[in-house]
């Protein structure tokens, strides 16, 4: 003989399924929708860069003539976060736009560290010159 609230096996599924349906409806009601606080496939950085010139003037607009923000030195490491013709958007102590040909591209931002100690060491440091 079986000991229990419901002597049938059908029952207990039927009443749990019910309860489960009923508690599911009523939070989606009392809880808000919130969106995650970063979208998931977001990515503000495409990469990272060392300036290879003496100096680069750092722009707000991706034109010659737009207002210099400032300068970054060589060996600077800057985030890359948009490449538009030959302009590319940084990110370091400035944020503008700085002109692609005087930039090493790297994927990561530890070779990119990697190159700009090799290029603040000098030519005389680096084993491929004798």
């Not at 419901?6 to 009923?22: K, N, T």
């Not at 737009?66 to 400035?94: C, D, M, P, Q, T």
């Not at 560290?113 to 084993?127: D, I, K, M, Q, V």
Request: a positive charge.
């Amino acid at each position: 003989m079986r000991v229990g609230i419901f002597p049938y096996r059908g029952q207990v599924s039927i009443l749990a399924v019910l309860l489960l349906l009923g508690a599911c409806s009523r939070a989606s009601e009392d809880l808000p929708l919130t969106p995650p606080s970063t979208p998931p496939l977001s990515r503000s950085v495409i990469g990272y860069g060392v300036v290879n010139n003496s100096y680069t003037h750092v722009q707000n607009d991706p034109a010659s003539e737009s207002v210099s923000l400032g300068y970054l030195r060589r060996g600077a490491v800057v985030e890359i976060l948009e490449r538009r013709k030959s302009w590319i958007r940084v990110n370091s102590v400035y944020k503008g736009w700085i002109k692609e040909e005087g930039v090493l591209f790297y994927r990561s931002k530890a070779q990119a560290g990697t190159a700009s100690e090799s290029l603040s060491r000098g030519p005389e440091s680096s084993p491929e010159v004798r």
